[in-house]
């Protein structure tokens, strides 16, 4: 199996920043595709970004376009989202995902249930 581990949450105030971390195990984490994905409370999982573990290409939703950034160190076996210009609306629980059958992106990885394997989960709560 494959253990994911998100850092990096906490209390902020709108326009603020925040770098959230994934660390993973795992020997073939390079070829492993790592999405972002955010859930508040009552609410369904949403899609935030995906890194490819073949080129590293990146896709993000809309909303966080041009304020958030994913990026992967292989070496280190782990994925980060920088996350600039937070809003009231970005407050959630963050969760790293690994999908281990698919090195490239396509629709299905901005779908929670393509992933195998998730984190527990880190709060990040903005506000006004």
């Known amino acids: 199996q494959v253990q994911l581990v998100e850092s990096g949450g906490g209390l902020v105030q709108a326009g603020d920043s925040l770098r959230l971390s994934c660390a993973a195990s795992g020997r073939s984490f390079s070829s492993y595709t790592i999405g972002w994905f955010r859930q508040a409370p009552g609410k369904e999982r949403e899609f935030v970004s995906t890194?490819?573990?073949?080129?590293?290409?990146?896709y993000y939703a809309n909303s966080m376009k041009g304020r958030f950034t994913i990026s992967r160190d292989n070496a280190k076996n782990s994925v980060y989202l920088q996350m600039n210009s937070l809003k009231p609306e970005d407050t959630a629980i963050y969760y790293c995902?690994?999908?281990?059958?698919?090195?490239?992106?396509?629709?299905?990885?901005?779908?929670?249930?393509?992933?195998?394997?998730w984190g527990q989960g880190t709060q990040v709560t903005v506000s006004s």
């Open positions: 995902a690994a999908d281990i059958s698919h090195s490239y992106i396509t629709v299905g990885q901005t779908r929670p249930g393509t992933y195998d394997y």
């Open positions: 890194i490819s573990g073949s080129t590293g290409s990146t």
